[in-house]
């Protein structure tokens, strides 16, 4: 969601960060922001992208995080959305792309936010964090699969949340307790309380990077002895 003052906040569905450390966002055209945004011309108006990240399971309170990006919005200059638009496509091949700059036809406008402050808030506080962070972070390695992993984990293995949520806290395990979140750091679980929800992290020993190194992770925060999942193997007896 794009918000500015004196209209009302609207949906972004693309928000592409670019090279120079600002974002390409792409807004209705017919809203009053829109109109806003190009007669300011090059002075831009002062605005807060929303982003929100949503668990992939139908949780009691669905938000795990908000990010708010502060800055300047500007128009696109005509001569320019074409091959910001390529550029973009490379990387996200959003449908919504398609709309933009499409005479008569055209849904969205291009526009470009010039970060001045980004903001990341979750259920254990918020946290600025600097454009070369921003620009310097990289994709979680299991980003992609996390929505998955995190369904099958509850439909199908709940006794690896069980023997997780057996980490937590006595005081902790009262409540319904359901997978949160996962990357290469830990796993986060959400326990929902009848006084409230909580969300916490459990830390894997080091950060892993690949699926081996996860599936060993995951064994040792359950406490399996066996870390590559292997059995032990049978004792004989001599010349047996």
């Not at 969300?199 to 699926?211: E, G, M, N, T, W």
């Amino acid at each position: 969601m794009l918000a500015a003052e004196g209209v009302d906040p609207v949906s972004t569905p693309v928000h592409h960060l670019l090279d120079d450390g600002s974002f390409a966002i792409t807004v209705p055209v017919e809203v009053p922001l829109s109109t806003m945004v190009a007669s300011a011309g090059t002075s831009g108006v002062q605005a807060v992208l929303e982003m929100t990240d949503h668990a992939p399971l139908p949780l009691r309170e669905p938000v795990r995080s908000l990010v708010w990006i502060g800055g300047r919005v500007q128009a696109v200059p005509s001569a320019d959305v074409s091959a910001l638009l390529d550029l973009i496509a490379s990387a996200d091949p959003n449908p919504a792309l398609l709309q933009v700059n499409s005479g008569d036809h055209s849904r969205y406008a291009l526009m470009r936010l010039e970060i001045e402050s980004v903001v990341v808030a979750d259920s254990t506080g918020a946290e600025s964090v600097g454009l070369g962070a921003l620009l310097a972070a990289r994709p979680d390695p299991f980003c992609a699969m996390e929505s998955c992993w995190l369904q099958h984990m509850e439909s199908a293995h709940r006794d690896v949340v069980d023997r997780l949520a057996s980490r937590l806290p006595a005081a902790m395990r009262r409540g319904r307790v359901r997978p949160l979140g996962l990357d290469r750091y830990g796993v986060q679980l959400r326990v929902e309380d009848p006084d409230g929800d909580h969300d916490v992290r459990l830390p894997f020993p080091k950060p892993v990077d690949d699926v081996t190194g996860l599936s060993q992770a995951i064994r040792v925060l359950m406490g399996c002895p066996f870390l590559n999942g292997l059995q032990a193997r049978r004792l004989e007896r001599p010349g047996g």
